[in-house]
């Protein structure tokens, strides 16, 4: 299957630094998420872009398919943004049987 | 509109014993898919259901079982509980099998002893 690999794995920011967090997957993909996993557990969708770039507030991300990585932005972080944040794949259009990166564990401190 | 919906929010259980969790999608969608989540990893696809069927399922034992209804509530059924089982079950909907973008509930820990 896809094998889905994230970096860094854990970020350490001050409030209102930029940071670039990295997904690397390892075959052609036709669905791909970011997500934020908040302290409690609740997973919220950032973004679904299997390709091209898209910009949402202080988030923003890119996927350049061909070379098989995507990258999501984080501007002028809050302590908000404290979390973990994955990456999802799937072949197929079908979202549902997608497979997750291990995520990057961002702390943002005051 | 409530979002997905899972019940219980924790659960205890003993090794060897049956556990019944439940999930109701986001109003609209019609398709159920159920993740497994453990400490520290990202979660990991069991099985997807539409049209009360399985449709695709994940590397997962025939411990784990399910149910989709015809309103598309959905049930994740796992017997003879193993330590290991002890995980964050997260269900997720969407608009259909072929929607690109999944709604995740806020989960169901369970524990097992």
């Known amino acids: 299957g896809i094998q889905v690999e994230q970096s860094p794995p854990d970020l350490i920011l001050q409030e209102g630094a930029n940071s670039t967090l990295r997904c690397n997957f390892s075959?052609?993909?036709?669905?791909l998420q970011w997500f934020h996993q908040n302290p409690w557990g609740q997973l919220i969708n950032l973004f679904y872009?299997?390709?091209g770039t898209k910009q949402n507030g202080r988030l923003s991300a890119t996927t350049v398919a061909t070379e098989r990585y995507s990258l999501l932005y984080i501007s002028s972080s809050q302590t908000t943004d404290s979390g973990v944040y994955f990456c999802?794949?799937?072949?197929?259009?079908?979202?549902?049987?997608?497979?997750f990166g291990d995520g990057t564990t961002l702390t943002v401190k005051p | 509109d409530a979002g997905v919906t899972q019940s219980p929010t924790h659960l205890i259980k003993t090794r060897g014993q049956q556990v019944t969790l439940r999930c109701s999608p986001k109003?609209?969608?019609?398709?159920v898919s159920w993740y497994q989540q453990a400490l520290g990893q990202g979660p990991q696809f069991i099985f997807q259901y539409y049209e009360e069927e399985e449709r695709q399922r994940g590397n997962f034992p025939d411990r784990f079982s399910g149910h989709q209804f015809p309103n598309y509530s959905s049930e994740l059924n796992v017997n003879a509980l193993l330590l290991g089982d002890s995980a964050l079950y997260l269900c997720?909907?969407?608009?259909?099998?072929?929607?690109?973008?999944?709604?995740f509930g806020p989960g169901t820990r369970l524990t097992v002893l």
């Open positions: 075959d052609s993909v036709n669905n």
């Open positions: 997720a909907s969407s608009l259909s099998p072929t929607s690109g973008t999944l709604l």
């Open positions: 109003s609209g969608h019609d398709t």
């Open positions: 999802a794949v799937a072949p197929s259009a079908n979202a549902g049987k997608s497979t």
């Open positions: 872009i299997p390709s």
